[in-house]
């Protein structure tokens, strides 16, 4: 089941399963915008990056223009990961510098705006949350959200690492992609 999920998101993605794990988002990936902000003395770096590739299944076109263009992503209880595959390279981040990246993502106001096929990168330390979102209509994605998923994460993969990547259902309305890892 899992092996399958990582095939189908290698080829949704455009990748080969190789180069899967280290890109998450395509070798060809854009930097689109970078902001920052500090917390508690730390930097966390957010990213935009393009995810070209990530829409190769084309539904662009059959966007139902009468749905909401932009889809809330902020109960991550009710859409949890459907598989997890976990990393075991031997770049990992650390739990704390984990933690402390949830703990400052919780800590945001306002909820990330996320378009199609793009990915926010949230760095903190050698800690990396990358969301991706595969649907073809903008999600807004809670801070709490990347902690919740990060969570699921490395305690499905405790003990054996700490890096790994969480699969949504891939359903219009929720199909995102999550990796845990380090920069
Ligand atoms: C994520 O951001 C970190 C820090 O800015 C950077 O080193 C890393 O290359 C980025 N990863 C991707 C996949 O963009």
């Known amino acids: 089941m899992k092996l399958i999920l990582l095939v189908t998101f290698a080829s949704v993605l455009g990748l080969t399963a190789s180069s899967l794990l280290p890109t998450a988002c ?5 930097i689109l915008s970078e902001s920052s902000f500090t917390h508690k003395g730390a930097e966390v770096k957010l990213t935009t990056i393009s995810c070209p590739g990530s829409d190769v299944r084309g539904r662009s076109s059959l966007v139902n223009p009468t749905k909401p263009q932009v889809v809330s992503q902020c109960d991550a209880v009710a859409n949890p990961c459907i598989s ?25 106001s306002d909820p990330i705006l996320i378009p199609p096929s793009t990915g926010v990168n949230a760095t903190l330390g050698t800690c990396t949350y990358i969301y991706v979102n595969l649907d073809t209509v903008e999600y807004s994605v809670c801070g709490s959200t990347f902690g919740t998923l990060s969570t699921e994460t490395t305690t499905d993969c405790f003990g054996t690492s700490i890096a790994g990547l969480c699969f949504s259902p891939q359903i219009p309305g929720n199909d995102w992609f999550f990796t845990v890892g380090a920069p």
Do not use: H, K, W, Y
């Not at 395509?26 to 854009?30: F, I, L, R, V």
């Not at 595959?85 to 704390?96: G, H, N």
């Open 26 to 30: 395509g070798s060809n990936a854009n």
């Open 84 to 108: 997890i595959v976990c990393d075991f390279r031997p770049e990992q981040p650390t739990l704390l510098d984990c933690n402390d990246l949830t703990i400052a993502l919780e800590g945001l």
